[in-house]
């Protein structure tokens, strides 16, 4: 069964410091989201991605976030200057078409010290 | 306000008894309503859609109330392996986001 794989499963960073984590969606998939979980707490939507730009965003992506499609393949979400608060699950989902169900990747726990 | 709302958990059952979860959620454009199942430290997994008639996989039966804008999970004889965190998700057509609820945890208890 196809799936979504993320990289790296766990990074620790220090604050301040940028990070990038990266997602390989299922390659027929033309829709690409990140999601993101704080421990104990609800799964919230991040950004979502549709041929080549962002097509929506929630108040949790301000600048200091973003997300690029680089080379066909891969996505990614890149966090410029990492605060404490950003330690969290990050999830990235894809699906074939807007009507589809989700396939979420296994998830990047980053870790901010 | 919460748009999603969920039964404050956990529930611990037993092997073999049927349990139920609820939701509700505030946004009355919502169209599609799923149910997820996450394990610990897990992805989301896709569970079962949930559609106004009501339908059924296995041990599992969803139901929507769209006046009430209440959803609801039923799990018929559990098992060891049911014990995961539910998780309520809603959202409007298209390509709008998934919005989820907390979650409710079930312990199956041998």
């Known amino acids: 069964e196809p799936e979504v794989t993320q990289t790296p499963s766990h990074q620790v960073t220090q604050m301040g410091q940028e990070v990038i984590l990266r997602c390989v969606p299922i390659?027929?998939?033309?829709?690409f989201y990140w999601y993101r979980q704080i421990l104990g707490q609800k799964v919230e939507f991040l950004v979502s991605?549709?041929?080549?730009?962002?097509?929506?965003k929630s108040e949790i992506f301000d600048d200091q976030f973003s997300v690029e499609r680089p080379d066909g393949s891969n996505f990614t979400l890149k966090i410029r200057s990492t605060k404490l608060e950003d330690s969290a699950m990050y999830f990235c989902?894809?699906?074939?078409?807007?009507?589809?169900?989700?396939?979420f990747g296994s998830g990047t726990r980053l870790t901010v010290v | 306000r919460k748009e999603v709302e969920q039964d404050p958990g956990p529930f611990n059952v037993p092997e073999g008894a049927t349990v139920a979860f609820n939701c509700t959620y505030s946004?009355?454009?919502?169209?599609?309503f799923f149910w997820y199942r996450q394990d610990c430290r897990k992805e989301p997994k896709l569970l079962m859609s949930?559609?106004?008639s009501g339908n059924e996989d296995g041990r599992f039966t969803a139901q929507l109330n769209r006046a009430s804008q209440y959803i609801s999970l039923l799990i018929r004889d559990s098992k060891l392996s049911d014990s995961a965190t539910y998780l309520c998700?809603?959202?409007?057509?298209?390509?709008?986001?998934?919005?989820f609820g907390k979650g409710t945890r079930l312990s199956v208890i041998a």
């Open positions: 946004n009355s454009a919502s169209q599609s």
């Open positions: 998700v809603v959202t409007t057509s298209g390509n709008t986001p998934l919005v």
């Open positions: 390659s027929n998939h033309l829709y």
């Open positions: 991605f549709y041929n080549n730009e962002i097509s929506e």
């Open positions: 989902a894809s699906r074939q078409a807007a009507n589809y169900g989700y396939t």
């Open positions: 949930v559609y106004s």
